[in-house]
């Protein structure tokens, strides 16, 4: 009697059959969408990575050899304990103000910032900027802010909280603002892979 059921109901069994094949398929191609989706993220990222490599002008620090690797006296406004494992990270800059743009460097060799088209990997113009006017830099696995012309105040904001940046380091965080003249530099850290820390 089953057997009969069946065999007059085959073309349910055939849809079943054939509903459970285009499922399978449907499922394999989503699966290699998928991993093409993230090879080309991978190598849009390796790509950003290489191109701030990339943005290094080669050029040495400002400060003399024997103060690169001293310790550094720090004021640190606020808390955050962000490190990144094996040292690697870049920093994103996107200025907001009279000039805009986004920028993504290696703090290992100082970013310098300032309104001289000589040495500055950054260039903000205006006449509240000075010629060499800050040095963004790693130092043991963290990113830190240093004025390097005291006659034009540099302000870094976290959250409501803002201090002024003088010749003494300042440690510096993922959302953390730099506000120079009229120009606000929004600071954001990334490790090798590209994700935010």
Known sequence: MMLDIIKEKWYFA???????????????????????????????????????????????????QNNQAAPMETANPGEGQETVPGGRLVVQLSLVGQKSGSYVLNPEDHILLGSSEDGNDIVLPGKDVAPKQCDIFQYKDQVYVKSLDLSFPVELRRKVRQTAVTNKAIRVLTGDQIRIGVHIIQISLMDYKGNLI
């Open 14 to 64: 055939a849809a079943a059959v054939v509903l459970l094949a285009v499922i399978l398929i449907a499922n394999r191609y989503l699966k290699k969408y998928k991993e093409k989706k993230e090879q080309y993220q991978k190598r849009l990222k390796e790509q950003a990575l290489s191109e701030a490599l990339k943005n290094s002008r080669g050029r040495k620090n400002v400060f003399a």
